[in-house]
């Protein structure tokens, strides 16, 4: 079979599109690239129409041989990348032969590099998308991470490729070790003491261990629950609400001391309170940091959260518009 | 940014700039569960331009909106309509849904091997799940609580947390629910197909991994087969057996009746036991024993 042979996954890389949307409802969460910027601009690059699967790693990026002649782009995390040996430019396409091979240097920021690769990842379609979802285990290669050995189909999706596409060095993102995210508070966020709504915005969270395509759990400061007698259905404990639908990045508090921002891969319903939803392009920030990196929660009202929203996707449909 | 309505108690908010979350009721109940099964339906029958996905919940229900077509605040406004129109539940209000068959062994050996293991997350670490969710309903006996638990059926009145996951309501007066905390910490481990209870519901875990819920009992037919390989699942092209709006009547099995399904799935063959029918929240709202009993009648003849 043409396309990519593994010969070392990295720590886990997985094939994702633009997710699984229209099965949350029943418990599906959409999955997907994390970082949806650095996915997209990828697939412009080597000249995919939008939604075309691509490889998305975590820390350590994937040693890869084609055994094609393929055109291809690094994107997301600031990481270099060495095609057999010599260092190409990332987010720039790149003609790759037959035989050649793609490896990874060591990650200077962010946390997530991605490879997108002309016709996209060959994987069938599950629900309607690519995207792997591992905790079920299907979608994507084999419902799971990458491992050495594996060989996979390199897609005939409509494509113009063309190595020496380049995103412009203003429009490259840069990942700052504290990252900002847009916070619109709501949902459940009676539930917290004023003061402790106040602390959250005022702290700057350190990202955990535990944090991954499902959810990031932080530390940094104690949140404390408004007392009340507990309604019926909801459970006793403080944190608890009745069970209800979770948004994708949306933050709940379990214990008051470790906040969790749930992602793509994450629950789509349960019975902790939430305090608000962070704004659906900022979670590509938040998929660029690492454990040990810090976010803030920047608040914003309905209007805040659409005009942030807005503004990142105008810039993607410029940036897709010169690269065509 | 929560916009409340005096005259219902309803919060609208907003979650983030894809979301909007609708609250009925901070407690759950059946009537107002009811409700919302009501609204929900009719949002999905009117399909609106930019409503992308419906998330029908226990005492809420969420919907997923593409704010490039329809702005969050005119999406708002559509449901403070359609939550108007609705208003109480009207006599005449059915659901077409099916009463389902699910064996269910309560007590059962999986589960307790795993729930002794995590005694030092529970509330009491002395007994085990049942003991305790006897003790606290008020029960004399895990015997009699096991009873009620299988006594009356289920409504699914939400799906999710993972795919195929029915949290369930059982169709009884609150008097008679069964209302329990979860674990103190969650477990690292739950076994699939396990039997759960916490706060007010009862759920089936799909799949194996971690939980918090009570851990009562283990049901031997899959609600979530990936690979669509029983025709329950391939018939219907879906990997999750059951739907919001389900009654699901929880029936005891012993060990060798649990064996027995066990075969039959692993042989391809298992199908659920299940008839449709029309359900009337009013109707049942007002005679709930009977109501239950005639849909039993309909499932079981």
């Not at chain 1, 997530?112 to 591992?134: F, K, Q």
Request: glycine share 10%.
């Amino acid at each position: 079979m043409n396309g990519i042979r593994v010969q070392d996954p990295g720590l886990e890389t997985t094939v994702q599109d633009t997710g699984r949307l229209g099965y949350y409802s029943i418990g599906f969460p959409p999955s997907g690239a994390l970082d949806s910027f650095a996915y997209h601009v990828g697939n412009a690059l080597v000249g995919n129409e939008p939604g075309a699967a691509a490889l998305e790693a975590v820390y350590l990026g994937p040693t890869l041989e084609f055994t094609q002649d393929t055109v291809i782009a690094v994107t997301g995390a600031d990481i270099p990348a060495f095609v057999d040996g010599e260092e190409i430019p990332t987010w720039e396409s790149v003609a790759v032969s037959s035989g050649s091979v793609l490896s990874f240097g060591q990650l200077r920021a962010g946390a997530r590099p991605y490879v997108a690769v002309a016709g996209g990842i060959d994987v069938p379609l599950y629900y309607g998308s690519r995207s792997t979802y591992t905790l079920v285990g299907i979608g994507g290669f084999e419902g799971r991470a990458l491992r050495a050995g594996d060989e996979l189909a390199i897609g005939s999706a409509a494509h113009d490729p063309k190595p020496g596409r380049r995103l412009d060095a203003g429009d490259v993102p840069v990942h700052p070790s504290t990252a900002e995210v847009h916070l619109l508070i709501g949902l459940h966020s009676y539930r917290l003491t004023d003061d402790s709504l106040a602390r959250f915005t005022d702290t700057e969270w350190k990202v955990t261990p535990d944090a991954n395509r499902v959810g990031y759990r932080f530390r940094g400061a104690e949140l404390e629950f408004v007392p009340r007698e507990q309604p019926f259905g909801a459970g006793s404990d403080p944190a608890n609400v009745t069970d209800c639908g979770y948004p994708v990045g949306s933050v709940q508090v379990p214990g008051g001391v470790e906040p969790i921002v749930l992602l793509q891969d994450a629950v789509t319903g349960g019975g902790y309170a939430t305090l608000g939803t962070v704004v659906s392009v900022d979670r590509d920030r938040l998929a660029q940091t690492k454990t040990g990196d810090r976010t803030r929660f920047v608040p914003v009202d309905l209007d805040g959260a659409l005009a942030v929203r807005q503004e990142r996707l105008a810039a993607l449909d410029r940036i897709r518009s010169a690269l065509a | 940014m929560t916009t409340t309505e005096a005259e219902t108690g309803t919060r609208y908010d907003f979650g983030g700039d894809e979301f909007v979350y609708v609250e009925l009721s901070a407690a759950m109940s059946l009537p107002v569960h009811f409700r919302s099964l009501a609204i929900t339906r009719r949002l999905g029958e009117e399909a609106i331009a930019g409503v992308e996905e419906i998330c029908p919940s226990n005492a809420s229900y969420m919907v997923r909106v593409d704010p490039d077509r329809l702005h969050p605040r005119d999406l708002v406004r559509e449901l403070q309509r359609i939550e108007s129109e609705v208003g109480d539940l009207s006599d005449d209000l059915t659901v077409a849904t099916r009463i389902v068959d699910v064996p269910i062994m309560l007590n059962d050996p999986w589960t307790h091997e795993v729930l002794m293991k995590f005694r030092d997350r529970h509330q009491d670490p002395t007994g085990t799940d049942l003991d305790y969710g006897a003790r606290v309903n008020g029960y004399d006996s895990t015997e009699a609580f096991i009873d009620a638990l299988a006594a009356s059926p289920y409504l699914v009145t939400m799906m999710g947390f993972v795919p195929g996951l029915p949290w369930c309501f059982q169709l009884v007066p609150r008097e008679r629910q069964v209302e329990v905390p979860k674990y103190v910490r969650p477990r690292t481990e739950t076994p699939e197909r396990a039997f759960g209870f916490g706060g007010a519901f009862a759920v089936i875990y799909p799949v194996k991994g971690a939980g918090g819920y009570q851990l009562f009992g283990s049901a031997p037919a899959p609600i979530f087969d990936g690979e669509q390989r029983l025709p329950d699942f391939a018939e219907n092209e879906s990997v999750v057996f059951f739907r919001h709006g389900d009654v699901i009547n929880y029936r005891r099995v012993d060990r060798e009746e649990y064996d027995d399904v066990r075969a039959q799935v692993d042989a391809g063959t298992w199908r659920y036991s299940f008839r449709e029918l029309e359900f009337s929240p009013s109707r049942f709202l007002a005679d709930p024993d009977g109501t239950n009993a005639s849909m039993k009648e309909v499932l079981y003849g």
